[in-house]
């Protein structure tokens, strides 16, 4: 079967690291996407890993390695801004591209 | 601004109502996509749309109707409702199906069904 985990909450104090892991298990594997959404705001894309590395954007780094079915993304220097929910998805191709979601971390930076 | 936008963004109605979501596109893009999010729950694909032509439907129920009349555009018809089916529903839209993974999410619209 299909399934992603996550966190369900993550707390931490503004300017600090924060690592939010995302583990999966799905057939077709393609690729892992991150996402962050505000409470009652849109899903807003963040980064995307097809292969096994580090991405960095900015304060927010992507982490896949294919081979454990294992993802992460790292928020650095943490602002108030940075608390809400991020969710991992998987993108899988067999045929069509589909997206599983996982369910998402609550972000929560403490000043 | 992510250059979707979703109308209206709150809607309450009873189960015998019919009612209409829209989202319209500003981004070029060709590729659209309903999405449900419940609490508690991982976003749930419902329908996709490559070019105006449909090309994925999750097993979601007759009671949800898609409609996609050209590629800025693309309509969610709700009739017989079930208050479970209450929640945000979220249109994405991508460059295409071979940008699957980076998809730009409208605000979405509230649903209570009573």
């Known amino acids: 079967g299909q399934s992603l985990e996550q966190p369900s909450e993550v707390t931490a104090v503004e300017g600090a690291i924060v690592q939010i892991n995302c583990t999966y298990q799905?057939?077709?594997?393609?690729?892992l996407s991150w996402y962050q959404q505000h409470d009652g705001g849109a899903p807003t894309f963040l980064s995307y890993?097809?292969?096994?590395g580090l991405e960095e954007t900015g304060r927010f780094s992507s982490f896949l390695s294919r081979s454990d079915s294992y993802g992460y993304l790292l928020l650095q220097e943490l602002q108030m801004k940075d608390s809400a929910s991020y969710f991992c998805?998987?993108?899988?191709?067999?045929?069509?591209?589909?997206?599983?979601f996982g369910t998402g971390t609550r972000l929560k930076v403490l000043a | 601004e992510t250059g979707v936008t979703q109308t209206p963004r709150h809607l309450v109605m009873g189960m015998t109502n019919k009612k209409s979501l829209k989202c319209e596109q500003h981004?070029?893009?060709?590729?659209m996509y309903w999405y449900k999010q419940s609490a508690k729950k991982p976003l749930e694909l419902m329908f996709v749309?490559?070019?105006?032509?449909?090309?994925e439907n999750n097993s979601v129920p007759s009671r949800f109707s898609p409609e996609c009349p050209n590629s800025s555009h693309l309509f969610l018809h709700l009739h017989t409702l079930q208050p479970e089916d209450s929640a945000l529903y979220l249109c994405?839209?991508?460059?295409?199906?071979?940008?699957?993974?980076?998809?730009?999410f409208g605000p979405g619209t509230r649903l209570l069904v009573l």
């Open positions: 890993n097809a292969l096994d």
């Open positions: 749309y490559n070019f105006k032509e449909q090309t």
């Open positions: 998805a998987v993108v899988e191709r067999s045929g069509t591209y589909k997206y599983i």
């Open positions: 981004l070029g893009h060709n590729a």
């Open positions: 799905t057939s077709g594997f393609y690729g």
């Open positions: 994405a839209s991508s460059q295409d199906l071979e940008g699957y993974e980076t998809q730009y």
